[in-house]
């Protein structure tokens, strides 16, 4: 099974300032189609996971334009160009890749200073 | 609007069954792939089950294989999660999602497994 490991396991940041979590993958996501299964979740305190990236760096519909998704092969990152309170909660990557099982990093906090 | 309800959690003891089910509504159900998403308390994600469109090919987290079966209803538009020989470890809430590659969650439902 492919291995998700994120980092920082606890991210405290300032309001209006950037942020950055890490997602490395135990082997390549390019799938046979060309594709790169890789997506971001949030999960806001008491709440359910919702999908903010699909596809290393899609947004998807009403997921505000600070957050962002890149990477390639093993190493992909979600930024938050300027955090605000709403974001704070737990954000994981997931692959969909070298499905089944879909896998799921450890997950990243992301809380205010 | 897509809305995924489960429902048929509780508090089990160890070795008993529990049925989740799950309601979809706002999207053509029949024509996605369903999953089930766990999460024990206090920890992260961790896939329990996939089923294809018409139902007929299932997959099955290693940690699950052979004590649980999904299964679908594509006229009643139900997702269905049997859980059999339960154990404490199986203690989570347990998610309906969208798609393979989990576009949209349900609220989730706790299945607490304690003697």
């Known amino acids: 099974d492919v291995v998700m490991t994120q980092s920082p396991l606890s991210l405290p940041v300032t309001l209006g300032q950037p942020a950055s979590i890490s997602c490395r993958s135990s082997?390549?996501?390019?799938?046979?189609?060309?594709?790169?299964?890789l997506n971001w979740f949030q999960q806001r305190p008491g709440q359910s996971p919702r999908r903010l990236i699909y596809?290393?760096?899609n947004r998807d519909s009403g997921v505000p334009d600070r957050f962002s998704g890149s990477g390639s092969g093993t190493d992909f990152t979600l930024k938050i160009s300027r955090v605000e309170a709403e974001d704070v909660g737990v954000y994981y990557c997931?692959?969909?890749?070298?499905?089944?099982?879909?896998?799921f990093g450890g997950g990243t906090k992301v809380e205010i200073k | 609007e897509v809305n995924l309800l489960e429902s048929g959690g509780g508090f089990i003891q160890p070795g008993g069954s529990l049925r989740l089910s799950c309601a979809a509504s706002?999207?053509?159900?029949?024509?996605?792939?369903m999953t089930w998403v766990r999460q024990a308390p206090g920890k992260g994600l961790e896939w329990v089950s996939d089923?294809?469109?018409?139902?007929?090919?299932?997959y099955y987290a290693d940690s699950v294989k052979g004590r649980f079966t999904i299964s679908r209803d594509n006229s009643e538009n139900m997702l269905y999660l049997q859980m059999n020989s339960l154990r404490a470890e199986d203690s989570a809430i347990y998610y309906c999602v969208k798609g393979g590659w989990c576009d949209y969650w349900g609220q989730g439902t706790l299945v607490t497994v304690s003697s």
């Open positions: 082997q390549s996501l390019v799938g046979s189609d060309g594709n790169t299964y």
């Open positions: 997931m692959q969909g890749t070298h499905w089944p099982p879909l896998t």
């Open positions: 706002g999207f053509t159900f029949s024509s996605y792939v």
């Open positions: 089923i294809n469109e018409n139902g007929d090919s299932t």
């Open positions: 596809k290393v760096s």
